[in-house]
T-cell receptor, first 113, second 114 residues
């Protein structure tokens, strides 16, 4: 079956620090990969996505590269801000038959001034 | 603006009572989904519907029921058979079944059993 593994949080950083949140996956076929962000008390917002190997998704300074050889989709940002404090979810949809979105457990990011 | 509306934002239920969570979308999306979120567990799929008058169980359907009588609406009923219903519930929709299309989420309903 499909599964997503994320690094456990919370990740605590100072403002302007470099961020990496690790994500690896197991899936049938060639999945599409997503990062969603959840701010406190809210639903999920799509942050970025990549649909094939070596694709790089990017948005709001965040980036992630689809690495088929290592089955990974790590999220990075060069300089975090306090406003980036949120929970980040890695997720996938397999291209094998009808597939629903499978999520990792989420990683909380806390950025201090 | 198009989007997904979940209501109410907070809901309190007494043990033994059924309760229905509302999810309405004006995105003209065919597929709709219900997820449950618990701290440290991520999101788990309860039910989904690919088209009106059709729905399938997800990974944790026991104690829940749904209906899909209209394209815009996908209400979730949490029954008294659900042993641990206190959680954050998220509704989502998708307009295209191809894998590269993600989901649009509502803002969630927090259900507390008192």
């Amino acid at each position: 079956g499909n599964s997503v593994t994320q690094m456990e949080g919370p990740v605590t950083l100072s403002e302007e620090a470099f961020l990496t949140i690790n994500c690896t996956y197991t899936a049938t076929g060639y999945p599409s990969l997503f990062w969603y962000v959840q701010y406190p008390g809210e639903g999920l917002q799509l942050l970025l996505k990549a649909t094939k190997a070596d694709d790089k998704g990017s948005n709001k300074g965040f980036e992630a590269t689809y690495r088929k050889e290592t089955t990974s989709f790590h999220l990075e940002k060069g300089s975090v801000q306090v406003s980036d404090s949120a929970v980040y979810f890695c997720a996938l949809i397999s291209n094998s038959g009808y597939s629903t979105l499978t999520f990792g457990k989420g990683t909380m990011l806390l950025v201090s001034p | 603006d198009g989007g997904i509306t979940q209501s109410p934002k907070y809901l309190f239920r007494k043990e033994g009572q059924n309760v229905t969570l509302s999810c309405e979308q004006n995105l003209n999306h065919d597929a709709m989904y219900w997820y449950r979120q618990d701290p440290g567990q991520g999101l788990r799929l309860i039910y989904y519907s690919q088209i009106v008058n059709d729905f399938q169980k997800g990974d944790i359907a026991e104690g829940y029921s749904v209906s899909r009588e209209k394209k815009e609406s996908f209400p979730l009923t949490v029954t008294s058979a659900q042993k641990n219903p206190t959680a954050f519930y998220l509704c989502a929709s998708r307009g295209d079944s191809r894998p590269n299309y993600g989901y649009t989420f509502g803002s969630g309903t927090r259900l507390t059993v008192v």
